[in-house]
C-alpha cells in the first residue's frame, strides 16, 4: 500500500518533468542538426556552435545577450539596492504607513506588463526622455523594484525589531548595527531578489519592446525578430550553451545542500539504528 | 526594586561625536574630492570619438586642442578656471569643517556650522555644473560651423553620481541647519520619489492619454479613442467550433480571456499535485530546499520565445511529432497539429501551461512545504479520512499558495501575445497584439484607442485580484522562495 502511495506521485513528477523538458530538448538536440533552418534531422554537427562565435548574426545574437545580461545585472542591483535602502527606513514608520506605501509598490505587480510597458513609455514621453539605453534600464529597474522589495521587506518583517537596539546597547554604532547586525539577516532575501529581478530582466519582452529605439536589442528581441524569417539554429546553440552554463551553476549552488541533506539522512538512519 | 531605565531613542547620536548629518556631508564632500581626480567628465562631439577627462587634468593643462572636422582648435579654460578652483578648495573647506567640528563647535553654535557646510556645498555644486557650462566658448562653435548642442562637456556616470551625492550631502547639511535630525526613516523618502514618478505618475498618464489627445494647442479632451474601440463593427468568431457574431474587440477580449482563464486552470491543476507531491517529498528526506524543485524552475531560465519556437517545432508539418508517428507507420500523412482549429487552440493554451507553470508551482509549493503534519494527523485522528482531510484542511490552508498563484499566472497570461503568435503563426488575434498595434500605429485616434484599451485592461486586472485579494486576508502567504 505504502509503495504505491510512492510510486503514483514519482510518475507524476516525471511526467510533468518531461512536458517541462520538452521544448529545451528540443532545442538542445536541433543545435547539432546539419540542415540549416529547419527541424528536419539531418545529421550531427557543431557548425551551429562554430558559427555562433564567427558568423555575422551570430555575433549579433551574442551582442544581443551582453547587451541584456548587461541590462540585468544593472537592473536586478540597482533595484535591489533602492529596494534594501527603503526597507530599511520603512522599518521605522507606522503600520499605516507602511500598508499604504507597500500597496503602492505592488501597484506595477498586479498591472498587466504590457500595460506596464506603455505606461513607462508614456511616461518618458511625459518626461522628454529619448527613447533608448537609458529608457531601457530605468524600465527595467522600475519594473524590478516591486518585485525586489517583496523579496527583501519580509525578511525584514520577520526580524526582531529590538535587534538593532540590543547591538547598540552593546557598543555598535547605528551604521555597525545595520551592516553587521541587520543585513547579514536579511541577505537570504536580498539574494533572492537579485535572482529574481535577474531573471524576471533577462526574459523581458513585453516591457523592453516599448522602451527601446531599434538601436538597442535584447536577446528576446533579437530572438523574436530573427525567428520570424526561420528558426536559426545558431539560436538553439545558444540556448544549448544557456541552459549548460545555468545548470552547472544550478548544481554547484545545490551541491552544499545535497551534502547537508545526505548528512542529515545518514544521521537519521543512525538514529534509527540506536 | 531598580527599575531598567529603557534605553535612548538609538538614532540620536551622542554630542561627544560629530554629528551624523555633519559626517554624511563629509562623507560627500570627500567622495566629490576623490571624483576631481577622476575622468569624470565626458566630451562629447557628433561624429569624433568621446574622449574622457576629468577636472584635474583640466586644471593641469589648462588648455585642450581639438580637432573638429579637420581643423584644429585650441579651447580655453580661462572662463571655467574660477569655478574648477572652486570645485577643488569648497570640498577640502567643508572636510576642515567636519574634522575639527568639535573645537569649531566651542566657538559656534552647532547650527552655524551645519550652515556654513550647506553653503560651501552649495558653492560646490554650482561649480560642479559650471566647469562644463563654461569650458567652451561660443566663438568655437561659430567658427565651426557647429551647433552648440553638437559639443558639450557633460558630466559622466561618476560625475552625475557625485552630483546626486553632493545634493544628498546638501540636504544633510540643510537638516542640520534647520535642527531637523538625520533618521534613518528618510532612507525611504528617495523610494517615496520613485514611487511617485515611476508607479503613480505613469498610472495618472495612462488615464489621462486615454481622454486627452496632443494637438497643436496643447492637450484636448477627446472621446474618440473610445468611439474607435466600441465601434458597432461586428465580426465573426469561432469558439469551439461555434461560430459567434461579436463586437470586433470584445471577440479578441473573449479570445484573451479564454486563453487565460484555461492557463490559470490548467495551471492550478497541473502544479497542485506536482506541488503536493514535491512537498510530500521534502518533508520526507526533511531537506528544506530540494534540488528537485530547482529542476521544475530551471525552464524558467530559457528564453520563453525560444521555447515557444521549440514548441511549434514540435508540432510542426514536419516537425518532430509527425516524423516520429510517420516513422512508426500510426499516420500515413502528416497531422497538421497547428492548422486544426480544436488542436492548435489546445496547443496555444498548452504551451502557456507549460510557460506558466513555474509561476504557480512556486508559491503552491512553499505554503504546503511549510505545512504542519500534524495538522492532518490530528484531522486525521478526529476522524476524517484521507479526502476530507484534504478537503476540509489541508486545501483551505494551502489557499493563500493557490490565490497568489492564480495573480502570477491569470493576469501576465492575458497580455502575453507572443506564445499565441508564434504558435498560430500570427492567425490569432490576442487582446495583446490588438493594444500593440495601435499603440504603435501612426494616427493620433489609434493610439488613443490603444491607452484606452490598456486602461480598461487595467481596470478589468484592478477589479479582479480586488475579488482574489478579499478571499485572501493574509498578505504575501505565497510568496517567492526564488
Redesign the interface.
Known amino acids: 500500500m505504502n509503495k504505491h502511495k510512492r510510486i503514483f506521485p514519482s510518475i507524476y513528477i516525471c511526467l510533468i518533468f518531461v512536458f517541462l523538458y520538452l521544448p529545451i530538448a528540443v532545442l538542445i538536440v536541433f543545435s547539432f542538426n546539419s540542415v540549416p533552418k529547419s527541424f528536419i534531422w539531418g545529421g550531427f554537427t557543431l557548425d551551429n556552435y562554430a558559427k555562433l562565435f564567427s558568423g555575422n548574426d551570430g555575433g549579433e545574437l551574442l551582442s544581443a545577450l551582453v547587451t541584456t545580461l548587461k541590462v540585468a545585472a544593472i537592473a536586478s542591483v540597482s533595484s535591489t539596492f533602492l529596494a534594501t535602502v527603503s526597507c530599511l527606513g520603512l522599518s521605522y514608520y507606522s503600520k499605516k504607513l507602511q500598508t499604504l506605501v507597500l500597496n503602492v509598490t505592488y501597484i506595477p505587480n498586479i498591472m498587466p506588463e504590457l500595460v506596464t510597458g506603455i505606461s513607462f513609455m508614456l511616461l518618458f514621453v511625459f518626461l522628454g526622455v529619448q527613447k533608448g539605453q537609458v529608457t531601457l534600464v530605468l524600465a527595467h529597474i522600475a519594473f524590478c523594484v516591486p518585485f525586489a522589495v517583496l523579496s527583501i521587506n519580509p525578511k525584514l518583517r520577520q526580524l526582531d525589531k529590538n535587534l538593532a537596539e540590543a547591538a547598540q546597547d552593546l557598543g555598535a554604532t547605528q551604521f555597525q548595527a545595520i551592516t553587521k547586525v541587520i543585513l547579514p539577516e536579511i541577505m537570504p532575501g536580498i539574494v533572492s531578489s537579485i535572482l529574481l529581478t535577474f531573471t524576471l530582466s533577462v526574459d523581458d519582452y513585453l516591457i523592453s519592446n516599448f522602451n527601446v529605439d531599434s538601436t538597442v536589442q535584447t536577446l528576446p528581441m533579437k530572438i523574436y525578430t530573427m525567428a520570424k524569417f526561420g528558426v536559426n539554429p545558431k539560436m538553439n546553440a545558444l540556448t544549448a550553451i544557456m541552459f549548460l552554463v545555468i545548470f552547472l551553476l544550478l548544481l554547484a549552488a545545490n551541491v552544499r545542500t545535497i551534502a547537508e541533506g545526505r548528512e542529515k539522512k545518514k544521521k537519521i538512519r543512525e538514529d534509527i539504528r540506536k | 526594586m531598580i527599575k531598567k531605565i529603557p534605553?535612548a531613542p538609538?538614532?540620536v547620536?551622542s554630542l561627544q561625536e560629530i554629528p551624523?548629518h555633519m559626517r554624511l556631508a563629509g562623507i560627500a564632500a570627500f567622495l566629490s574630492l576623490a571624483v576631481f581626480f577622476l575622468p569624470s567628465l565626458t566630451l562629447s562631439l557628433f561624429a569624433l570619438p568621446r574622449m574622457n577627462v576629468s577636472y584635474f587634468q583640466l586644471l593641469e593643462y589648462g588648455q585642450m586642442s581639438l580637432s573638429i572636422l579637420d581643423t584644429r582648435y585650441t579651447l580655453s579654460f580661462a572662463g571655467a578656471l574660477p569655478f574648477l578652483l572652486l570645485s577643488l578648495i569648497l570640498p577640502l573647506l567643508v572636510l576642515f569643517v567636519v574634522f575639527f567640528y568639535q573645537k569649531l563647535a566651542q566657538k559656534l553654535p552647532g547650527r552655524a556650522l551645519s550652515a556654513i557646510t550647506a553653503v560651501l556645498m552649495l558653492g560646490n555644486l554650482i561649480a560642479l555644473v559650471m566647469v562644463p557650462a563654461r569650458l567652451i566658448s561660443a566663438s568655437v562653435f561659430s567658427a565651426a560651423g557647429i551647433e552648440s548642442t553638437d559639443l558639450f562637456f557633460a558630466p559622466q556616470a561618476v560625475g552625475n553620481m557625485m552630483i546626486i551625492l553632493l545634493i544628498l550631502g546638501l540636504l544633510t547639511a540643510s537638516f542640520g541647519t534647520a535642527g531637523i535630525k538625520v533618521?534613518?526613516?528618510?532612507?525611504?523618502?528617495?523610494?517615496?520619489l520613485?514611487?511617485l514618478?515611476?508607479?503613480?505618475?505613469?498610472?495618472f498618464?495612462?488615464v489621462f492619454?486615454a481622454f486627452f489627445v496632443k494637438d497643436s494647442g496643447g492637450y484636448s479632451f477627446t472621446l474618440d479613442g473610445f468611439r474607435t474601440l466600441f465601434v458597432p463593427r461586428v465580426i465573426e468568431t469561432r469558439f469551439y467550433g461555434v461560430t459567434l457574431h461579436l463586437q470586433e474587440y470584445f471577440s479578441v477580449f473573449l479570445r484573451s480571456l479564454d486563453y487565460s482563464v484555461w492557463t490559470t486552470l490548467g495551471c492550478l491543476l497541473?502544479a497542485y499535485?506536482?506541488a503536493?507531491?514535491?512537498a510530500?517529498?521534502a518533508k520526507r528526506?526533511?531537506?528544506s530546499?530540494s534540488?528537485?524543485l530547482?529542476?521544475?524552475i530551471?525552464?524558467?531560465?530559457?528564453?520563453?520565445?525560444?521555447?515557444?519556437?521549440?514548441?511549434r517545432?514540435?508540432f510542426?508539418q514536419?516537425?518532430?511529432l509527425n516524423?516520429f508517428l510517420l516513422s512508426l507507420h500510426w499516420i500515413s500523412d502528416p497531422i497538421l497539429f497547428l492548422k486544426l482549429e480544436f488542436l492548435s487552440d489546445f496547443i496555444i493554451k498548452l504551451v502557456l501551461v507549460?510557460d506558466f507553470?513555474p509561476f504557480m508551482l512556486l508559491p503552491i509549493y512553499s505554503v504546503l512545504v511549510k505545512l504542519d503534519e500534524n495538522v492532518k494527523q490530528a484531522a486525521h485522528d478526529l476522524g476524517a479520512n484521507s479526502r476530507q482531510t484534504f478537503a476540509r484542511v489541508v486545501f483551505p490552508l494551502s489557499m493563500p499558495g493557490v490565490i497568489s498563484g492564480i495573480?502570477m499566472v491569470f493576469?501576465?497570461s492575458?497580455?502575453?501575445?507572443?506564445i499565441p503568435e508564434?504558435i498560430s503563426e500570427g492567425s490569432v488575434t490576442t487582446i495583446?497584439t490588438t493594444?500593440?498595434t495601435l499603440?504603435l500605429s501612426e494616427s493620433a485616434v489609434q493610439q488613443q484607442a490603444?491607452?484606452v484599451l490598456?486602461l480598461l485592461?487595467?481596470i478589468f486586472?484592478?477589479i479582479t485580484?480586488g475579488i482574489l485579494k478579499n478571499s485572501d486576508k493574509d498578505q504575501?502567504g505565497g510568496?517567492?522562495?526564488?
Open positions: 534605553p538609538s538614532f547620536l551624523l533618521h534613518l526613516r528618510m532612507l525611504t523618502f528617495p523610494y517615496l520613485w514611487l514618478v515611476f508607479t503613480l505618475l505613469p498610472l498618464l495612462i492619454a497541473v499535485p506536482l503536493y507531491a514535491l510530500d517529498r528526506l526533511h531537506t530546499s534540488l528537485l530547482m529542476f521544475f530551471l525552464p524558467m531560465w530559457i528564453n520563453t520565445m525560444l521555447r515557444t519556437y521549440a514548441w517545432a514540435f510542426g514536419s516537425g518532430v516524423n507549460n507553470l495573480q493576469m501576465p492575458l497580455t502575453f501575445y507572443m508564434i495583446g493594444v500593440q499603440i490603444g491607452n490598456s485592461l487595467l486586472v484592478l485580484m504575501g510568496g517567492m522562495i526564488l
